[in-house]
Nanobody, 113 residues
Framework: QVQLVESGGGLVQAGGSLKLSCTAATVFTIYTMGWYRQAPGMERELVAVTSIGIANYADSAKDRFVISRGNAKNTVNLQMNRLKPEDTAVYYC?????????WGQGTQVTVSS
């Protein structure tokens, strides 16, 4: 079992920025990590993923969000800029390791207009 711990959510005004961080506790090296989000009444959707140095973004995140691996092992960050009210959601970190997907507990991001 791999535990993921997220941090960095909160309340921000539209146009502002937030940085989310996630650390996975495992002795193995995780090559694929990313972020999903789920707004009230909506399905969970992919925001961004990084795998072996290659990043992919949802259209809604392109040009505003940047995903990166942290300096510490098995960490991933999501820098979110020019936030919009429609970015309001619970953001979940995930890791893909040895054929299994692991999820964090989620962190709330609220963008006020």
């Amino acid at each position: 079992q791999v535990q993921l711990v997220e941090s960095g959510g909160g309340l921000v005004q539209a146009g502002g920025s937030l940085k989310l961080s996630c650390t996975a506790a495992t002795v193995f090296t995780i090559y694929t990590m990313g972020w999903y989000r789920q707004a009230p009444g909506m399905e969970r959707e992919l925001v961004a993923v990084t795998s072996i140095g290659i990043a992919n973004y949802a259209d809604s995140a392109k040009d505003r969000f940047v995903i990166s691996r942290g300096n510490a092992k098995n960490t991933v960050n999501l820098q979110m800029n020019r936030l919009k009210p429609e970015d309001t959601a619970v953001y979940y970190c995930y890791a893909h390791l040895r054929g299994e997907f692991y999820w964090g507990q989620g962190t709330q991001v609220t963008v006020s207009s």
